[in-house]
């Protein structure tokens, strides 16, 4: 059981825009920042969003976080196929000494 | 450009120790801008952050594994290690590496290695 909550699944046909939740709580999301990680098949992980709402250098302008309170979002907009990946949540959380803690991923299918 | 490798056995037994190694390369280990941490992540689940080194020797763990995990760090090599006792299946997973980056992405693990797969069987 993950300590920040993803919905196992989400799918969008090119084109589309489609969002992503990650749900924490006051230790996690809703007093540090949130970052996002793009997982292509077989790969490793790749930071995708940064400080709730920034983008590494030459990650395309499509994906965009935000956070309100004790929950983030990831959207992605102009949905293409190459986005088909696993999409993770993370974020410090203040409980017992301190920790990093991941959402469970979000399969994405670009049907 | 800075690169990750890890590096180990691929099979340790049950009961024994889970030994890696990440080799930084193109950059310096030792840099005050950054931690150096381990992520696992289990056949066909989510990653688990183990835990982070300064350059200094400074570490923090996961809690839920505080009790079975060393890191250190030799800059000497540009290298950091990670040791975990007495693994049990449960501990099967692609383990990364990671640089942490503390100022320019404000804590974020910016670069990672390629991942190494560890298997506990007997």
């Known amino acids: 059981q993950s300590v920040l909550t993803q919905p196992p699944s989400a799918s969008g046909t090119p084109g589309q825009r489609v969002t992503i939740s990650c749900s924490g709580s006051?230790?996690?999301?809703?007093?540090?920042?949130v970052n996002w990680y793009q997982q292509l098949p077989g790969t490793a992980p790749k930071l995708l969003i940064y400080?709730?709402?920034q983008r590494p250098s030459g990650v395309p302008d499509r994906f965009s976080g935000s956070k309100s309170g004790t929950s983030a979002s990831l959207a992605i907009s102009g949905l293409q196929s190459e986005d088909e990946a696993d999409y993770y949540c993370?974020?410090?959380?203040?409980?017992?000494?301190?920790?990093?803690?991941f959402g469970g991923g979000t399969k994405l299918t670009v049907l | 450009q800075l690169q990750l490798q890890e590096s180990g056995p691929g099979l340790v037994k049950p009961s024994e120790t889970l030994s890696l190694t990440c080799t930084v390369s193109g950059g310096s280990i030792s840099s005050s801008s950054y931690y150096w941490g381990w992520i696992r992540q289990p056949p066909g689940k989510g990653l688990e952050w183990i835990g982070s080194i300064y350059y200094s020797g400074s570490t923090y763990y996961n809690p839920s594994l505080k009790s079975r995990v060393t890191i250190s760090v030799d800059t000497s090599k540009n290298q950091f290690s990670l040791k975990l006792s007495s693994v049990t299946a449960a501990d099967t997973a692609v383990y990364y590496c990671a640089r942490l980056d503390i100022v320019a992405t404000n804590d974020a693990f910016d670069i990672w290695g390629q991942g190494t797969m560890v298997t506990v069987s007997s």
């Open positions: 400080s709730n709402n």
């Open positions: 993370a974020a410090w959380d203040d409980s017992l000494n301190g920790s990093w803690v």
């Open positions: 006051s230790s996690n999301i809703g007093s540090n920042t």
